[in-house]
Every structure is written in structure tokens, then in C-alpha cells.
């Protein structure tokens, strides 16, 4: 094999394919495992005589003479057919005399071989069967000696699949400095597969697609929402397609404030009472919606409000619920009138006689619209127990109707009957028992 033949033919071959490369077509990155034989016999011999004496001898092609090592190498593509690999090889050498540089005699080293390479293909990476050509350059560890050399050879790539191949080559290693005397050849065969160090995606060819406007569905108004969607198709609006003036998040159509910003139905609400400031007559102070946004009333200022005052016209004290106290005067005539309230035997028909005191308790109501009246009516135990209840009841009842009667409203009255329950003397005289039928009026508010 003659070098400058080899060096002629990569030249061409790189002229040739450099023209057209396709970064996406190129070798994938690789991890070879290589299996490798070393010759320095042959060429030893080509160098003493002729390559047709060396060839007659016989000796290339003897398994004893060649020296084996293994090693690995890393694959990377440079374009659609031109590849780069850098290899490390150990080889348990036989070393024959004078090969290594003072070493007349010859010996069985361990030695290390490093090579930088470039390979052309003829074809494509993805071509199942593809020659190639190499050239590059190595260094070596010889007994001794360190060398460097130039790899010039040929080869053939199997590709099984994307990402696996078999790689089969011949190199003649033309030495370059003096740390050998002679060249030498090396053959090996190598398994590749991805690198499984590199994890980034692989490039892959997509296909070009040319791009089409899409079509907008309708917008009538023209403010980026589609008709479908716009909640104001026929106004330009931000907000879900609707206008928005005040920009408080409520719609125009929605908002009883459009041009005050708000929270209350889009309205202010100064004093957060519920009440929009448009209809509060107390803007800054926190109220009742019923009352306009105001506080609850005191119309009389007791200190009572109206709603829990029992007289919300006139002043009164907290303790009789917002009413005057009740004068000693009025609860005396009431107390009187009280007892001289009488009926005709075992009836609920009241004396004429009685009717001057009960006119006096109609003029105090009449007085003081405010107060209410609650009569009690009792018995004594001459009768049973149930005819006792039965007559208290029906002469509560009379004194009641007589105050109606004399245009007392009727809420304003209360009345009940005890019968022979509540005796405040003592039923076995005629006093006590006299004392026990009675009728009992109280006023209050």
C-alpha cells in the first residue's frame, strides 16, 4: 500500500463532498469497542527488499506475527460523509529487533497507541455497505520511546440501524519522528453504537410546513373579542368585550355608577354600610339601609331609639324602656279606682256607682296615650274552684269592655282572671273573704 496514493485518493474524495453536506444527514455521535492486530514485520520486510519479496515470504498473512490489543474510540460526524474519530488501543506487543529505536534484539511490550482520524465515505451514513478512506494522526508508547505517526488507510462501515455499525479497517502507520525505525500496519474491527454519555436530542428532520393565516371568527365591534364570546357585540368594550367607563370591573350596563368607580353594584360606598353614597343621607357615618344609611332614630333624645323606645314621642328614662316614670299621682287614682269597682251578686255586671272611678282611670289614658293598663280580677273559695275562675275571668273581661267602650284602643288594655289563687286574706271570716273578691288595675308602658 503506498502512502501517497492513499493521500492523493482523500484528497479528491474530500473535494468531491464537500460541495453538498447536510448537517441534519451526518453520523450520529458513537462509542466503538475495537478488537486490533499490529504487523511491524511486513513493512520492516518491504523496507529491507521489495513489497514482491515481502509478499512471497509469506509472513503478512501468518497470525503469529501480528500483535493483538483492544481498545475504544469515539465517533462524531462531521457532515453527510465525513466523519471524525478519536481511539485509544493497548497492544501486547512483540516488537521484532531494530523496530524501536536501539533496541537490537527485539522484545514483548505493553504499549498505547492515541490517533486523531478523519474518514470519508463514498456514500451517505445511511448506506448499509460504505467504504471510506482515512488519514490522521497518532502517538504511541514503545518500549521506551515515545513516537508519532501518520495513519493513512481503508475501511468499511456496516450500518445495521440508526445509531449501530461495524466498522473493518487497514492502516499503514507511517512513522513520523525517531522513537521507531520503521512503519508498521494495524488492522481492527469495531462495534459502534450512540454514545450513551450524550443525552441531548437528536437532530431530526422535520418537514417544512408552510404556514396559513388562520381565519378570525367575526368581530363586529372590533375590540378583540369574538362575536361568539362578546358580552357587547355591537360596542367596543375591554371588559368581556363590554365598556367598562370607571374601570372598577363592572360593566357599563351593569353599573348603577358608570362613571364613579365602586364596589357597590359599581357604585362608592364611602362608609362600607351598604348603602351606595348616591342614596346616603349619612355618607360618612356607618348606618342602617332602612334608615337611609343614617343610625337608628331617637325622636324624643332620651337616649333611647326609637326602635327600642316604648314611647319614641316623649322622653323617658332607659329603666322604663325609653317612658317617663309613672307618677305616684296616676298609680294612687288607678289603685282607688281599683277598689271601688263593683258587680251585682254572683254576676259580671258592674254597679253604676262603679262607673265614677272607672271614668277617672279613662281620663288618666285618656291623659297619657303612652301608658297601658292591666287588670287582675279575683274570687273568694265560697264557690268550687272552677266556678271561681269562670266569674274572675268574666268580670276581668267587663271592667275591659267598659274602658273600649269609652274609646280606650284595645292593644292598650290587658286583663285576666285567678279565681280563689291569689287570696290576700285570710277566706274563713267575711272580711277576709270580702277582701279576696277584688279587681286589681296596674299601669305601665
Not at 515470504?57 to 453527510?80: E, T
Not at 470519508?120 to 521506551?144: E, M, S, W
Not at 285618656?366 to 287582675?376: A, F, G, R
Amino acid at each position: 500500500m503506498k502512502p501517497n496514493c492513499l493521500l492523493t485518493a482523500l484528497a479528491l474524495m474530500c473535494i468531491i463532498s464537500v460541495h453538498a453536506q447536510n448537517q441534519q444527514l451526518k453520523k450520529p455521535e458513537l462509542i466503538s469497542y475495537n478488537i486490533s492486530f499490529s504487523d511491524y514485520r511486513f513493512p520492516q520486510l518491504i523496507s529491507d527488499s521489495t513489497a514482491g519479496k515481502a509478499f512471497n515470504q509469506g509472513d503478512w498473512y501468518k497470525p503469529g506475527n501480528k500483535s493483538f490489543g483492544v481498545g475504544f474510540s469515539y465517533w462524531r460526524g462531521l457532515s453527510q460523509k465525513i466523519d471524525a474519530s478519536g481511539t485509544i488501543t493497548g497492544t501486547f506487543s512483540n516488537f521484532p529487533a531494530n523496530f524501536v529505536k536501539d533496541d537490537s534484539i527485539g522484545q514483548a511490550k505493553f504499549s498505547t497507541q492515541l490517533n486523531a482520524l478523519l474518514h470519508i465515505r463514498a456514500f451517505k451514513d445511511k448506506a448499509p455497505v460504505n467504504p471510506f478512506l482515512t488519514a490522521g494522526l497518532g502517538v504511541g508508547y514503545f518500549p521506551g520511546k515515545i513516537a508519532v505517526y501518520a495513519p493513512l488507510g481503508v475501511g468499511l462501515q456496516f450500518r445495521f440501524k440508526a445509531g449501530s455499525y461495524f466498522f473493518m479497517q487497514a492502516q499503514w502507520r507511517k512513522k513520523l519522528t525517531d522513537g521507531i525505525n520503521n512503519d508498521y500496519l494495524h488492522y481492527s474491527f469495531s462495534f459502534a453504537q450512540d454514545n450513551p454519555f450524550d443525552r441531548k436530542k437528536k437532530v431530526v428532520e422535520v418537514p417544512v410546513v408552510i404556514p396559513v393565516e388562520p381565519v378570525l371568527p367575526p368581530d363586529g365591534d372590533g375590540d378583540g373579542f369574538a362575536d361568539a364570546n362578546d358580552k357587547c357585540p355591537d360596542v367596543k368594550g375591554t371588559l368581556n368585550g363590554c365598556p367598562d367607563t370607571d374601570g372598577d370591573g363592572i360593566t357599563d350596563k351593569d353599573d348603577q355608577c358608570p362613571n364613579d368607580k365602586g364596589t357597590l353594584n359599581g357604585c362608592p360606598d364611602s362608609d362600607n354600610d351598604g348603602v351606595a353614597d348616591k342614596d346616603d343621607k349619612c355618607k360618612d357615618l356607618a348606618g342602617l339601609a332602612r334608615y337611609d344609611g343614617c343610625l337608628i332614630p331617637d325622636t324624643d333624645n332620651d337616649g333611647v331609639n326609637d326602635e327600642e323606645d316604648k314611647c319614641p314621642n316623649e322622653a323617658g328614662i332607659t329603666a322604663n324602656g325609653g317612658c317617663p316614670e309613672i307618677k305616684q299621682e296616676i298609680k294612687q287614682k288607678i289603685e282607688f279606682a281599683a277598689k271601688n269597682i263593683l258587680f251585682q251578686f254572683a254576676s259580671d255586671v258592674l254597679l253604676k256607682k262603679s262607673f265614677i272611678s272607672l271614668n277617672e282611670v279613662v281620663k288618666v289614658l285618656q291623659d297619657n296615650p303612652s301608658l297601658k293598663l292591666n287588670i287582675e280580677a279575683h274570687a273568694d273559695n265560697a264557690g268550687t274552684p272552677e266556678r271561681n275562675m269562670m266569674w274572675s275571668e268574666r268580670r276581668a273581661k267587663a271592667v275591659a269592655d267598659y274602658f273600649i267602650s269609652k274609646g280606650i284602643a284595645p292593644e292598650r288594655i290587658t286583663y285576666k282572671g285567678y279565681g280563689d289563687t291569689k287570696p290576700i286574706a285570710d277566706n274563713k271570716t267575711a272580711k277576709g273573704r270580702a277582701l279576696n273578691r277584688r279587681v286589681e288595675m296596674k299601669v305601665d308602658y
